[in-house]
């Protein structure tokens, strides 16, 4: 039960943190750094979960992401809904598609899960281009309102921040639970030897499909909180790549803790934009962007080289 | 409507041909490494602006080919001998993560050395297209089924008759027992990549008067190629050929019987489909062996 | 523990890189110099370069104040990517505190963007071409843009078809946003116009072979085939439409005007005609046109610097000059060179003559627009 106490303790201070950092830190573009560090980390938290527990690789991660921004974005630009009703249909969605793809799909493992599920992502992605009518095709959908209670409006990076952060350590809080529950026990359970599992008699397969819901709800709001800062969705962002950038974030994070997918998503985000500030400035050149990707690339090489296992490191406590 | 099926099915053979050298990269390191190699890619774009490169250089074709892949295959050696055997006991996650790495950072490479623009290739053997059965196929495209063929050929006299072949293929069945045979694994890893290498450089070169050459086309072509070698097993030269014809050929026949729009989607599903099938076995033929 | 240590340190070292502390008249750029839009986005950041050099080799700008300022590009990739755009906006505004904003290079990326401007209220004139980026202009106060958007380029299309009695047209686009809304231009012009589209087909910018979308088209039987792309899958086209054997006329988009896309279809692009900007063919232009000696100056110096001439760069050539004469009016006031870029009349760029008004924000009309004809591998003006 300390590792319970600890957790809750460790999320105490980090929203204490999370409530105080605005003022201590006005730039907005720090802020919405921040931002974005807390979106992708909850979509790389929902990938990590399927990783971890069901063992398996999505390829296809960004459809939920997309999903969820689509839902909501749709629901409130087009149609004038509620937005927080709107996020949480996005949020059901997410899970909802994943029963249904999952279904089917999760009777795979290893090499011809990844598959289908990047089959998946792209079938998507080019659902969301040609459905123009409703998600606007490829040039995306504008004007899509803020979230706000009452007359209070998520319009400033500050508030974002706490919003995003505030929904991040929330859902940190509810999947350690999880993971320390009876049902997190199976799923370790399972994780570790699926044939031992069942014949302890668990359900590993629905077990497993819980878990991509799960994972597809938590990445589907991601992508609505990603829809209502924005502002502006189109389905570039969505695709095959960002797929893979959450993979790379899970793992360089390191599979085995849930603060992984935090940590993978702050360095993928701080690294690209160190770089941004600190290039022009090494070759005394503005014209270096194209560098840019070169070394991106290398320093990941160099983190898997030198801490294969993640930026968290060590593996999930069986 | 139909009129268009001849047609149809030439343009997806060629593409297919196109597919399936690609994925016989991937199959010759994952049948040997167990690594999906994320790099494959971008060995094929290295092949393809390599040749550009050469040809401005007044090179002929043979000599700027055979430069290329050799070339390209060192590529392939280095990254192995570099970043992938300091990888060896970590688990395949890490790995495919540092061949993402890899694939970022020669993208980036192409990006410096070539620009954005794309470039034209000179044909093996320039000339009008011709006519077969009622569709229209340019030379190109023969020499993409053909080049096809021969790599299919001396794969599998490598494999089957050679004894570097022999011990490659040992590795790729129990890599414990070769070494205990006195087979040196490092070296046959070395071995598997600088092939991919040589083989990405191949199809890099001969398809690049089709496509044009991009710094950026080996996302999309690395992508189809992985899953044409998904398709025929991931483990079979036969089978990735096989893969990259049947994706090819549906590509096409989805753009043109059913909807352009839709036609990437249409060859997902039926990857969905097959891979299905394969659970419940209800394929003929194998794909990937379940771990 | 090390692990957090270096984590501490980049966090340290990124809150704490330097935005090049610097003097005077800041601006930022984004571009996508990276990723699926930088061909066109290294040109503009070539251009952009190319004039900030030039600008502060005469002392920089001068002020209302009378004195010279020197000019202070702060220039950002942002990969092609919606959410790079966004942060690179951000720190541009808050870090690096520019006056203005040119970029970025891609419509969906200037859509991402435009919440940030508009809140922050900073001018930005964008390089990207969809209209709804400026439209409404009520609601875009802040926000400009040098390409001609699709009604225009798209209506000269129409009327070459027209008057030529080309009546049934095939068209193809590529997947991606400058595709479809060429795609829904040319819908309602052509609705307009009273053609008829016999064939509608999509395809995607990395596709190798077009060949199956072209046989559909075929089969139709048009009167005259449209493609709506970028190289290189706007040369695959044609060189698949060429291999087909289709003897009708073929038209592209203002998509295909760099040399480029000439050399790589080669001989197949022999006839091709498409709409685009007049920078092209402007030695072909009667003197009395008052583009003629600002284009023949631009290609000379782009060309002496970086090689073949491109539409692209002269975008941004459009969009820097634009923010360069609203600060000499204004100074480093954000709502100043808003007002004066708004205010602005009859400038003459690359693109083609600019008409700013609060009511328009793109300030072209039908006259940036002409038809080019490719004969022999040259750009010819076409009547």
Same mark, same amino acid.
């Given at each position: 039960m300390g590792s319970a106490r600890r957790r809750a303790l460790l999320l105490v201070v980090a929203a204490m943190i999370v409530a105080a950092l605005p003022a201590a830190v006005p730039s907005r573009y720090v802020l919405s750094t921040l931002v974005f560090v807390a979106l992708h980390a909850l979509a790389a938290l929902g990938l990590s979960l399927v990783m971890g527990f069901a063992g398996q690789v999505s390829l296809g991660q960004a459809a939920f992401f997309a999903i969820g921004a689509y839902v909501s974005g749709v629901l409130t630009a087009s149609h004038g809904w509620n937005g927080w009703v709107a996020l949480a249909l996005a949020t059901a969605a997410g899970a909802v598609t994943a029963l249904a793809v999952g279904g089917p799909i999760f009777r795979l493992s290893g090499l011809l899960l990844a598959m289908a599920t990047l089959g998946f992502g792209i079938i998507v992605y080019y659902v969301l281009v040609n459905w123009s009518d409703v998600t606007g095709g490829p040039s995306g959908l504008t004007g899509i309102p803020p979230l706000a209670i009452g007359g209070f409006r998520f319009d400033?990076?500050?508030?974002?921040?706490?919003?995003?952060?505030?929904?991040?350590?929330?859902?940190?809080?509810?999947?350690?639970?999880?993971?320390?529950?009876?049902?997190?026990?199976?799923?370790?359970?399972?994780?570790?030897?699926?044939?031992?599992?069942?014949?302890?008699?668990?359900?590993?397969?629905?077990?497993?499909?819980?878990?991509?819901?799960?994972?597809g709800a938590i990445t589907?709001?991601?992508?609505?909180?990603?829809?209502?800062?924005?502002?502006?969705?189109?389905?570039?962002?969505?695709?095959?790549?960002?797929?893979?950038?959450?993979?790379?974030?899970?793992?360089?994070?390191?599979?085995?803790?849930?603060w992984g997918a935090v940590l993978g998503a702050a360095a993928v985000v701080a690294l690209v934009e160190i770089l941004r500030a600190a290039l022009p400035a090494l070759t005394a050149s503005h014209g270096a962007a194209e560098y840019e990707i070169v070394v991106f690339g290398l320093i990941l090489m160099v983190f898997m080289i030198f801490l294969p296992a993640g930026l968290s490191g060590g593996r999930r406590p069986a | 409507m139909l009129d268009g099926v001849p047609q149809y099915l030439a343009s997806g053979l060629v593409v297919g041909g196109i597919y399936a050298l690609i994925g016989l990269g991937f199959v010759i390191v994952f049948s040997v490494t167990r690594i999906v190699n994320f790099a494959q890619g971008e060995f094929v774009m290295l092949g393809a602006l390599l040749m550009v490169t050469w040809q401005a250089r007044g090179l002929g074709t043979p000599a700027a080919f055979v430069l290329t892949v050799l070339v390209v295959a060192a590529v392939g050696a280095v990254l192995e001998r570099v970043a992938v055997r300091p990888l060896r006991r970590a688990s395949g996650l890490s790995v495919l993560i540092l061949t993402i790495g890899a694939a970022i950072a020669l993208r980036g490479a192409g990006l410096v050395v070539w620009g954005t623009d794309p470039f034209a290739v000179a044909a093996f053997s320039p000339g009008p297209p011709l006519r077969i059965?009622?569709?229209?196929?340019?030379?190109?495209?023969?020499?993409?089924?053909?080049?096809?063929?021969?790599?299919?050929?001396?794969?599998?006299?490598?494999?089957?008759?050679? #004894?570097?072949?022999?011990?490659?293929?040992?590795?790729?069945?129990?890599?414990?027992?070769?070494?205990?045979?006195?087979?040196?694994?490092?070296?046959?890893?070395?071995?598997?990549?600088?092939?991919?290498?040589?083989?990405?450089?191949?199809?890099?070169?001969?398809?690049?008067?089709?496509? #044009?050459?991009? #710094?950026?086309?080996?996302?999309?072509?690395?992508?189809?190629?992985?899953?044409?070698?998904?398709?025929?097993?991931?483990?079979?030269?036969?089978?990735?050929?096989?893969?990259?014809?049947?994706?090819?050929?549906?590509?096409?026949?989805?753009?043109?019987?059913?909807?352009?729009? #839709?036609?990437?989607?249409?060859?997902?599903?039926?990857?969905?489909?097959?891979?299905?099938?394969?659970?419940?076995?209800?394929?003929?033929?194998?794909?990937?062996?379940?771990? | 523990?090390?692990?957090?240590?270096?984590?501490?340190?980049?966090?340290?070292?990124?809150?704490?890189? $330097?935005?090049?502390?610097?003097?005077?008249?800041?601006?930022?750029?984004?571009?996508?110099?990276?990723? $699926?839009?930088?061909?066109?986005?290294?040109?503009?950041?070539?251009?952009?370069?190319?004039?900030?050099?030039?600008?502060?080799?005469?002392?920089?700008?001068?002020?209302?104040?009378?004195?010279?300022?020197?000019?202070?590009?702060?220039?950002?990739?942002?990969?092609?990517?919606?959410?790079?755009?966004?942060?690179?906006?951000?720190?541009?505004?808050?870090?690096?505190?520019?006056?203005?904003l040119v970029g970025t290079t891609l419509s969906g990326t200037s859509l991402a963007i435009l919440d940030t401007v508009q809140r922050a209220e900073v001018p930005m004139v964008s390089c990207a071409a969809a209209a709804k980026i400026v439209e409404p202009a009520a609601e875009r106060r802040w926000v400009f843009k040098t390409p001609q958007s699709d009604a225009l380029i798209v209506g000269a299309l129409v009327d070459h078809l027209k008057s030529r009695g080309l009546t049934r047209v095939g068209w193809l686009n590529v997947d991606y946003a400058f595709g479809q809304l060429g795609w829904l231009a040319f819908e309602q012009a052509a609705q307009r116009a009273g053609l008829t589209i016999v064939g509608n087909e999509k395809f995607g910018q990395k596709d190798v072979d077009i060949t199956p979308q072209l046989t559909r088209v075929k089969g139709a039987d048009p009167q005259a085939v449209v493609v709506w792309s970028i190289p290189p899958s706007a040369s695959i086209a044609t060189k698949n439409f060429a291999d087909l054997g289709l003897r009708v006329p073929l038209f592209q988009s203002h998509g295909v005007g760099?040399?480029?896309?000439?050399?790589?279809?080669? $001989?197949?692009?022999?006839?091709?005609?498409?709409?685009a900007g007049k920078l092209l063919v402007a030695e072909q232009l009667p003197d009395e046109d008052v583009q003629k000696s600002v284009l023949l100056a631009y290609a000379r110096d782009f060309e002496a610097r970086y090689g073949p001439r491109n539409t692209f760069g002269g975008h941004a050539w459009d969009a820097v000059q634009l923010v360069v004469g609203a600060l000499g009016k204004a100074g480093a006031d954000r709502a100043g060179v808003r007002a004066a870029i708004e205010s602005t009349r009859n400038f003459v760029g690359i693109t083609g003559v600019f008409d700013f008004s609060p009511t328009d924000h793109n300030g072209l009309d039908r006259r940036a627009v002409t038809m080019i004809r490719i004969v022999d591998g040259q750009w010819r003006l076409a009547r």
């Open positions: 400033t990076d500050a508030r974002v921040f706490r919003l995003a952060w505030g929904a991040l350590l929330l859902v940190l809080w509810l999947t350690g639970n999880l993971v320390d529950s009876r049902v997190g026990r199976a799923l370790r359970a399972v994780a570790a030897s699926e044939a031992a599992a069942e014949a302890a008699g668990i359900h590993a397969a629905r077990l497993k499909l819980g878990v991509f819901a799960l994972a589907a709001l991601a992508g609505g909180l990603y829809a209502h800062y924005v502002a502006f969705i189109n389905p570039s962002p969505f695709g095959f790549a960002y797929s893979v950038e959450l993979v790379v974030m899970v793992v360089l994070g390191g599979v085995a803790s849930l | 059965a009622g569709a229209v196929v340019v030379r190109q495209g023969l020499w993409v089924l053909g080049v096809a063929a021969v790599v299919f050929a001396l794969l599998w006299w490598f494999f089957t008759r050679t #004894y570097a072949g022999t011990a490659v293929r040992a590795c790729a069945v129990n890599p414990r027992a070769a070494r205990l045979m006195g087979i040196r694994v490092d070296r046959v890893f070395l071995l598997a990549f600088a092939l991919s290498g040589a083989l990405g450089a191949v199809a890099g070169a001969v398809v690049a008067p089709i496509t #044009y050459a991009t #710094y950026d086309m080996g996302l999309m072509l690395g992508l189809k190629g992985f899953v044409a070698a998904v398709l025929g097993g991931l483990v079979s030269p036969a089978g990735a050929i096989a893969g990259g014809f049947l994706l090819g050929v549906l590509e096409s026949m989805a753009a043109g019987l059913l909807s352009s729009a #839709y036609k990437d989607a249409v060859a997902f599903i039926v990857l969905i489909a097959v891979c299905l099938a394969q659970v419940t076995g209800r394929l003929p033929w194998r794909m990937v062996e379940e771990e | 523990m090390h692990v957090t240590l270096a984590l501490a340190i980049l966090m340290l070292l990124w809150t704490a890189a $330097p935005g090049l502390a610097q003097e005077p008249y800041r601006v930022g750029a984004i571009f996508s110099i990276t990723g $699926p839009g930088s061909s066109l986005g290294i040109p503009e950041r070539d251009t952009a370069l190319m004039l900030e050099a030039d600008i502060n080799r005469r002392g920089g700008v001068k002020g209302p104040d009378g004195a010279l300022h020197p000019l202070k590009l702060v220039i950002y990739d942002d990969g092609s990517d919606e959410t790079k755009a966004v942060l690179a906006a951000k720190k541009l505004i808050e870090e690096d505190k520019v006056v203005a760099n040399k480029r896309y000439i050399e790589l279809a080669g $001989p197949a692009a022999s006839g091709v005609t498409f709409p």
